[in-house]
């Protein structure tokens, strides 16, 4: 059964910087695009940076030049650097599947971002 396990929110002030992880089992990680989403109270999911199995990167307008997506294949593990945060960031941040709403494995418990001062 595949698993997600999100880490590496917290609070941070505006301008900060913070580096999510996600750990991943129960797949073959090294062939599955995966992205980053977050989700904030009343909204939907979104989807703001996804990698391929060959390493191309995505991002949403919002965060292109902010985010920065990687992966470590041998750890089975995807990457967030998130740098000059913004309050609009502030939301629970999860990865799955980089192709929304489509064969996406069961969630994770997510990491939350809270950027204020």
């Known amino acids: 059964q595949v698993q997600l396990v999100e880490s590496g929110g917290g609070l941070v002030q505006p301008g900060g910087s913070l580096r999510l992880s996600c750990v991943a089992s129960?797949?073959?990680?090294?062939?599955?695009?995966m992205g980053w989403y977050r989700q904030t109270p009343g909204k939907q999911r979104e989807l703001v940076a996804g990698?391929?199995?060959?390493?191309?990167?995505n991002y949403a307008d919002s965060v292109k030049g902010r985010f920065t997506i990687s992966r470590d294949n041998r750890k089975n593990t995807v990457y967030l650097q998130m740098n000059s945060l913004k309050p609009e960031d502030t939301a629970v941040y999860y990865c799955?599947?980089?192709?929304?709403?489509?064969?996406?494995?069961?969630w994770g418990q997510g990491t939350p971002v809270t950027v204020s001062s």
């Open positions: 799955n599947r980089d192709s929304p709403g489509v064969n996406m494995f069961p």
């Open positions: 129960g797949m073959i990680f090294r062939f599955t695009d």
């Open positions: 990698i391929a199995r060959g390493g191309t990167t």
